[in-house]
C-alpha cells in the first residue's frame, strides 16, 4: 500500500530533550516536507527535500533539523526542544515539487513538549 | 500578504442534509485551489484541485467551484453522512516558489 508512515504518532518530551520524528514513504517521491499544525492555524511549512541531500527551510524552521540521506526517508530533528513547538506534526510527499503535484501526508505525530 | 481564510470555522448539520464551505484567498499569482479532507487523527487527503481555467470539478458527494474573479471557492457537500464529519481544508497554489498557502479548515460535523 502506497503510504506515508510517521513514528511516533504521540510523544510527550521535557524541555532540551533531543528527539527525532521519522517519515518514510514507499512511493518513491522525490519531494518530502514537515509541516505543523497548531489550532486555529493553517498548515505551515517547516522545512522541505527536493531531493536527496537537498533540503530547505520553510516558513517556520527556527528550532528544527531535517537530513535526506535516503529518497524515502526525512527524519525531523529537535534539537532542544521547548514549550512552544508543542504541536501536531505532519509529514508529507510528492512526486515533485510544484504546488500541482499531490502531497500525500503521514498520520501525524503529536507532540508535547513540557 | 498571502492569505487563504475559510468560513464558517465549525458546522454541524443533520445526516442528509447538504451543506456549503467557503474559502476566500488573496493568494498572487493564482496557480490552483485544492481542497482537503481531514479526518480526525488522520492526514489531510486531497478532494478536488482546480485550476485557473475551471470553475467546478466534482468528487462524488463533494463538487468545488472556484470563482478566480472574485477569489473565491466553495466546497459543497450533497447527501451528507455520518463518515463526512472532518475537518475541510482549503489549500491555494502560486506559481511564483510553488508555494502553498493553507486555510485554518472548517470543523464538519454529522449527526443522526
Known amino acids: 500500500e502506497a503510504q506515508v508512515t510517521q513514528n511516533p504518532r504521540y510523544l510527550i518530551t521535557v524541555t532540551g530533550k533531543k528527539l527525532t520524528v521519522t517519515c518514510s514513504q514507499n512511493?518513491?517521491?522525490?519531494?518530502m516536507s514537515w509541516y505543523r499544525q497548531d489550532p486555529g492555524l493553517g498548515l505551515r511549512q517547516i522545512y522541505y527535500?527536493?531531493?536527496?541531500?537537498?533540503?530547505d527551510k520553510g516558513d517556520v524552521p527556527e528550532g528544527y533539523k531535517v537530513s535526506r540521506k535516503e529518497k524515502r526517508n526525512f527524519p525531523l530533528i529537535l534539537e532542544s526542544p521547548s514549550p512552544n513547538q508543542t504541536s501536531l506534526y505532519f509529514c508529507?510527499?510528492?512526486?515533485?515539487?510544484?504546488?500541482?503535484?499531490?502531497?500525500?501526508f503521514g498520520p501525524g505525530t503529536r507532540l508535547t513538549v513540557l | 500578504k498571502n492569505q487563504v481564510e475559510q468560513s464558517p470555522q465549525s458546522l454541524i448539520i443533520l445526516e442528509g442534509k447538504n451543506c456549503t464551505l467557503q474559502?476566500?484567498?488573496?493568494?498572487?499569482?493564482?496557480?490552483?485551489l485544492r481542497w482537503y479532507k481531514q479526518d480526525t487523527g488522520r492526514g489531510p487527503v486531497s478532494l478536488t484541485i482546480?485550476?485557473?481555467?475551471?470553475n467546478t470539478k466534482s468528487n462524488g458527494r463533494y463538487t468545488a467551484t472556484l470563482d478566480a474573479d472574485t477569489k473565491q471557492s466553495s466546497l459543497h457537500i450533497t447527501a451528507s453522512q455520518l463518515s463526512d464529519s472532518a475537518s475541510y481544508i482549503c489549500?491555494?497554489?502560486?506559481?511564483?516558489?510553488?508555494?502553498?498557502?493553507f486555510g485554518a479548515g472548517t470543523i464538519l460535523r454529522v449527526k443522526s
Open positions: 508529507a510527499s510528492s512526486l515533485r515539487r510544484g504546488s500541482l503535484n499531490e502531497q500525500f
Open positions: 512511493m518513491n517521491h522525490e519531494y
Open positions: 527535500s527536493m531531493n536527496v541531500e537537498v533540503t
Open positions: 474559502c476566500n484567498y488573496t493568494v498572487s499569482p493564482f496557480s490552483n
Open positions: 482546480m485550476t485557473f481555467s475551471e
Open positions: 489549500v491555494v497554489g502560486t506559481e511564483y516558489g510553488n508555494k502553498l498557502v
